[in-house]
């Protein structure tokens, strides 16, 4: 009798032990189905993942960012272009959209490309309140013009005072990339007009647009001139 209840004691030892092994084997419930359920392999995986480097947001890229006053996580910047430019295009696709203004420290550092791929005869004009674009606005012959909006904040360079009524000359554009950074102070200023405006309050916290403008006339081979515009814009947010 004692050596059949230890037998049956056995049994059932065994069958338990069987039990725990499968829920943590692979198998769940016998379906055939095999799936990780151990927390180590899990662990496991995700230490691969960052030893193969694939992890986007690294502490050395959270310094660099954070030193410079943009914010690491800002890979879904989002540029919109509207209207077009003879041989011409403008870029934003590597202008940063989050900014820290503590980081910061008064300059928002904001890149854009201009790539002329074929040489046109250009007039520009519109970019400065009317008057004829300042030299440093010039790319290749094209004049481009930063202002940044929103929320009844707004820095262009609109007003530059008195100027002669005539306007810009027409010049044949130089292919090439170019490539300039706007450096913003993140003050209200509308231009020093001809009394030397100086720059208003700060822009709050919050979300502005980021708009480069061109506009001009083109000159046709057989004399004739036709206007045309573009702008590229890009949502940029003020954060601590």
């Given amino acids: 009798m004692r050596q059949f209840v230890w037998f049956l004691t056995l049994a059932i030892t065994t069958g338990c032990g069987q039990s725990g092994t499968s829920a943590a084997g692979g198998?769940?419930?016998?379906?055939?189905?095999?799936?990780?359920?151990?927390?180590?392999?899990?662990?496991?995986?995700a230490d691969a993942t960052a030893a193969a480097g694939t992890d986007a947001f690294s502490d050395a890229a959270l310094d660099a960012d954070s030193a410079s006053g943009t914010d690491a996580t800002a890979t879904a910047c989002a540029?919109?272009?509207?209207?077009?430019?003879?041989?011409?295009?403008?870029?934003?696709?590597?202008?940063?959209?989050?900014?820290?203004?503590?980081?910061?420290?008064?300059?928002?550092?904001?890149?854009?490309?201009?790539?002329?791929?074929?040489?046109?005869?250009?007039?520009m004009d519109g970019t400065s309140g009317g008057c004829q674009p300042p030299v440093s606005s010039f790319h290749g012959g094209i004049a481009a013009a930063e202002h940044v909006s929103g929320g009844?904040?707004?820095?262009?360079?609109?007003?530059?005072?008195?100027?002669?009524?005539?306007?810009?000359?027409?010049?044949?554009?130089?292919?090439?990339?170019?490539?300039?950074?706007?450096a913003w102070d993140g003050n209200n200023w509308n231009g020093p007009s001809d009394t030397g405006n100086k720059p208003g309050p700060a822009f709050p916290l919050?979300?502005?647009?980021?708009?480069?403008?061109?506009?001009?006339?083109?000159?046709?081979?057989?004399?004739?001139?036709?206007?045309?515009?573009?702008?590229?814009?890009?949502?940029?947010?003020?954060?601590?």
């Fill in 79 to 123: 540029p919109t272009y509207t209207g077009s430019i003879p041989g011409a295009q403008l870029d934003l696709s590597m202008t940063p959209c989050k900014f820290s203004i503590s980081a910061a420290k008064g300059v928002f550092n904001l890149p854009y490309g201009l790539t002329i791929s074929s040489a046109n005869t250009l007039s």
């Fill in 27 to 45: 198998d769940d419930a016998g379906d055939g189905k095999s799936g990780v359920t151990d927390a180590t392999a899990l662990d496991s995986a």
């Fill in 152 to 182: 009844g904040q707004s820095w262009c360079l609109c007003d530059v005072g008195l100027c002669a009524p005539t306007g810009s000359p027409f010049a044949a554009t130089v292919p090439g990339d170019y490539a300039t950074n706007f």
């Fill in 206 to 240: 919050g979300s502005y647009l980021f708009t480069v403008t061109v506009s001009g006339k083109r000159q046709a081979p057989d004399g004739a001139t036709q206007p045309f515009s573009a702008a590229a814009s890009l949502t940029i947010v003020l954060s601590p």
